[in-house]
């Protein structure tokens, strides 16, 4: 993907603006693979670094700019034909070209018939009126800081907190809930107090008003807004593989050349890797998993059902390893070097690479590495499937919705062959609807939480804060838009630009995922079969180890015995992570007696899941301290290197 950047400050006279962007720009070249341009003058900045992969559609400038309107934009459009015609433009334009044209005939409102992942912002000299805009399901990200009359934003969200006008702090709420178990960041907000995403399916304007920088916030489309209701069950299925399939075929003849995909044994993955296949698409497939001859196949292992996949197609899958390693050679350790970072890569990823707080899941990293060094440049995956389009449904869904016909017809399903079966169909009945009902509802926690490690003080601050509660299984819609995708897309965007390889999601086509939320509940719960309608609409094109998976297998890595540590590696380990935390920055939040007892107690295997919570909290606090440090370290060299 390509990378944008801006700074608007208004109240301020012209200071350093070149400076200013060249900081922003800095964390932004990894997403672009060829020009660059800055647009710098009075209170306004803008950067773009750009990536190409239409090369046919050429442009001559990258800051593009039309009746006293400069805009940076970040697309990749799947319904090219579509506006073209809608809008009379020229075949030539570029997707950023024909986006911000498209915005310049009809308004902002007129994104919700944009099928693409997209992001931009347009600044209109006129009116002094600068707009952020992002696409329907945030598969592009775009983080703002607005604060003191100073507008920022930028691709990568270190760019911002490089910035020395920026008031980088602490989000006290993120680090409650992330150290207690309650995770969900929902769509806006992030682990920095003054630092936010742009809304999906928005767009944004900051004006002045007065001596002040006023903010509004418009929604143009919305998820699941009109339930959909067709003729037959056929009808369903029908139109499920319909739009699947043509978010695929969109999405390949987007990107020329070789592609890759992520194979994981899962439906998702599986049914989109099968689709590419069949739509004679030369790809190259990748596991997360490592290679049987490293680690050899055990009972529920993913392998098989990718074994099977690639048997049935006739396609080779490239297996990772048991680890994820990072050298001097790297993609992401390159791009690094190239914008400053430093230090010695035995060390901490989180370190070497100033990872922000919310990057987990280094694998995508390893995907893209390898993806990229095969000659792809993109990556598509199954994310996004099972939170709304093959969607994992448990029965209370069907009451939930109002579907109770469905329902008892299920429940009673589930009961053939039972001795008093109307009886047991009642008991069936009563326990889903309050106790599983219950669970469902319930605040959610993950068991990694370790609130005790919280002082007192702070954790009661937050007592009366609601907790998200576990709409995945019951609740797709709200699940996705409280945010339940985003977190996957924020690290597949950030790793894969630094790897080498831009992700491509088909089950977020805004069409398809607005259609699955939309559907009768019940087309998921059927004949004894979860994700029903899923599986139906593929299963002639699925080997029956696939078709009949009720979850995803065991990856590879968890059937590998690994050599338990010692009681001196790991109290050794214990307190080399307690000193990379900054005692002063966490003083108010952290109760520093606790940490040091943990870092002193011998452990159990009772100990492990605690362990390994404390050891997640410590590095989310350390990568948010280094990523601070290092941030401004690098913006400050910038300023030198301009200033000599």
Known sequence: MSGICGMWAPFEERVRREQDINRLMRWNKAYGNGAEEVYADGNICLGFCRESFAETNSRSALILKKNKKYAVIDALIYNREELLDKGQFEEKLSDEEL????????????????????????????????????????????????????????????????????????????????TSGYGNMGLENTEFANIFCVKPASYMTFSLHGSAVQTEKVSYWQLGKKKIRLSSEKAYIEKMRELITDSVRRRLAAVPGLVGAELSGGLDSGVIDILIHRLGRECVYYSWSASPEEI??????????????????????????????????????????????????????????????????????????????????????????????SHRCNAYELFYHREY???????????????????????????????????LKGYYQSGFGVKDLLRKDFYHKFDNVERMSLKFAYDARTYVEDGGSRNRLDVAALLGAYSGARYIMPYLDYRVIDYAVSIPRHMYLKNKKNRYIFREAFK????????????????????????????????????KVL??????????????????????????????????????????????????????????????????
């Open 99 to 178: 986006l911000f044209d498209y915005i310049e005939k009809f308004g902002f409102g007129e994104l919700e018939n944009v099928n693409g992942d997209f992001c931009g912002a347009i600044y209109d000299e006129q009116e002094k009126v600068l707009t952020l805009f992002r696409d329907h399901m945030g598969v592009r990200p775009l983080f703002y800081y607005a604060r003191d009359g100073i507008v920022m934003f930028s691709t990568d969200i270190r760019g911002i907190a490089g910035m020395e006008q920026a008031e980088i702090s602490v989000n006290e709420q993120w680090l409650w809930a992330s």
């Open 579 to 644: 000193n990379m935390l900054d005692r002063e920055l966490w003083a108010e939040y952290l109760d520093w007696d606790v940490m040091e007892r943990w870092a002193q107690q011998k452990s159990s295997e009772e100990d492990e899941m605690r362990n390994q919570g404390v050891f997640m909290c410590i590095s989310n606090c350390f990568r948010f301290q280094n990523m601070v440090r290092e941030a401004r370290r690098m913006g400050r060299d910038v300023s030198c290197e301009k200033d000599g």
């Open 296 to 389: 050899p196949f055990a009972e529920n292992d993913e392998r098989l059902v990718i074994q099977d996949i690639c048997e049935q197609e006739g396609i080779v899958c490239n297996y990772g390893k048991s680890t994820v390693e990072f050298n001097e050679e790297s993609n992401i350790t390159q791009n690094m070097r190239k914008i400053g970072a430093e230090g010695d890569i035995s060390e901490s990823a989180a370190k070497v690479l100033v990872l922000p707080p919310y990057i987990n899941t280094l694998q995508i990293s390893a995907t893209s590495e390898f993806v990229n060094r095969s000659g792809a440049r993109v990556v598509f995956t199954g994310h996004g499937g099972d939170e709304g389009v």
């Open 405 to 439: 016909l469905p329902y008892f017809k299920h429940m009673w399903s589930t009961t053939e062959g039972a001795k008093n079966r109307l009886k047991r169909m009642l008991s069936v009945c009563y326990r889903n609807l309050s106790v599983t009902a219950k669970e």
């Open 540 to 575: 002639d094109i699925m080997p029956e180890s696939l078709y009949v998976l009720d979850r995803k297998s065991s990856p590879s890595w968890s059937n590998l015995v690994r050599e338990a540590k010692s009681e001196e590696e790991l109290l050794e380990q214990k307190r």
